[in-house]
């Protein structure tokens, strides 16, 4: 996998959640601070969104909007600002119930927005997500992102119509979506004239975006600076600083968090044994890979499994 898909994958826990609201007259929605990651796309009319940072002025949403809120942070949408919030109750598991059901109104509606939530392990967050700022406004732009307007089309429509194989469908795109903010964030951030700094100048960055390839490529190999270093083209000193100074960590010590991070997703989610899953973690010792897991986990792999089931 790339670099985006496995900083998502490390972090994505249960299914997404969607669902479109059709709304009437004057309309206010207040939704929770989560563990989880909303998004935001209005399909007809406007909104506001409605920022819980004291002081932060709301934004205004045209159609085509997308908005993005990677740290579960609370806010509200409505159709002015001022406009009295409707509590959104998540189920206890944290996940979104169904669109609230509405009187049957004569006129259209004012406003249709697609929303929906992501379940993310914040306990082993991948830096390049907890890198995004606090609200990822992509405004609707002629000929700008069109792979995440297909997408936003094409999730929307299976909502509006379900069809038989819609759940697996529904549930595939809005992972499809995921990436397509994630990139299309990304592409405005290089592309915007400012000075990157942190994961997006790292994906930017040839040399290190090129050894963080080759270490999510195959994690398991036994990595040395010199190496990686070559496939940036670099010299083993002036890599040895770019990474760090982009990624945040070590070449080295960033190919141990990220073989760890791994592993717990194997063990989370394959049944593989444990001799197998530090073959793949890059440990020719299963005593090697336990010692190393209890450093990051702070418990033994298989008591990781367990409680992970």
């Known amino acids: 996998m790339d670099v985006l898909s496995d900083a998502v994958a490390a972090m994505r826990t249960g299914r997404p959640h969607s669902n479109l609201t059709h709304n009437h007259g ?70 979104w119930p169904p669109a609230p059901r509405r009187a049957p109104s004569e006129t259209a509606p004012t406003s249709v927005l697609l929303c929906g939530a992501y379940l993310l392990n914040r306990a082993r967050a991948h830096p390049l997500l907890t890198d995004l700022p606090e609200l990822v406004h992509l405004p609707a ?43 299309s964030w990304w592409l405005e951030e290089r592309h915007g004239g400012a000075h990157l700094t942190g994961w997006a100048a790292a994906l930017t960055d040839p040399a290190v975006a090129a050894a963080l390839r080759a270490v999510h490529g195959d994690p398991a190999h036994p990595w040395t600076v010199g190496e990686l270093s070559a496939h940036g083209g670099l010299s083993r000193a002036a ?19 990220w073989r760890m991070i791994t592993a717990g997703r194997l063990l989370r989610e394959a049944d593989a044994p444990l001799r197998t899953i530090a073959e793949r973690a890059g440990y020719t010792s299963e005593f090697a890979f336990a010692k190393a897991f209890k450093r990051e986990y702070g418990m033994a792999p298989g008591l990781y499994r367990k409680t992970s089931a």
């Open 26 to 95: 004057p309309w206010g929605i207040r939704f929770p601070a989560s563990s989880g990651a909303g998004f935001h796309v209005v399909l007809r009319g406007s909104a506001w969104l409605i920022r819980a940072e004291r002081g932060a002025p709301p934004v205004e949403l045209a159609p085509g909007d997308v908005v993005f809120l990677p740290h579960g942070r609370g806010h509200g949408l409505a159709g002015e600002p001022g406009v009295p919030l409707e509590e959104f109750a998540l189920r206890p598991d944290g996940s």
């Open 141 to 183: 732009r002629v000929g700008a992102h069109p792979q995440l307007r297909t997408a936003v089309e094409l999730l929307g429509s299976e909502l509006q119509d379900p069809q038989p194989g819609s759940d697996t469908i529904v549930r595939s795109l809005l992972d499809t979506l995921l990436l397509y903010i994630l990139r």
């Open 239 to 257: 890599f040895a600083r770019r990474f760090t100074a982009t990624v945040g960590r070590p070449p080295l010590a960033y190919l141990t968090w």
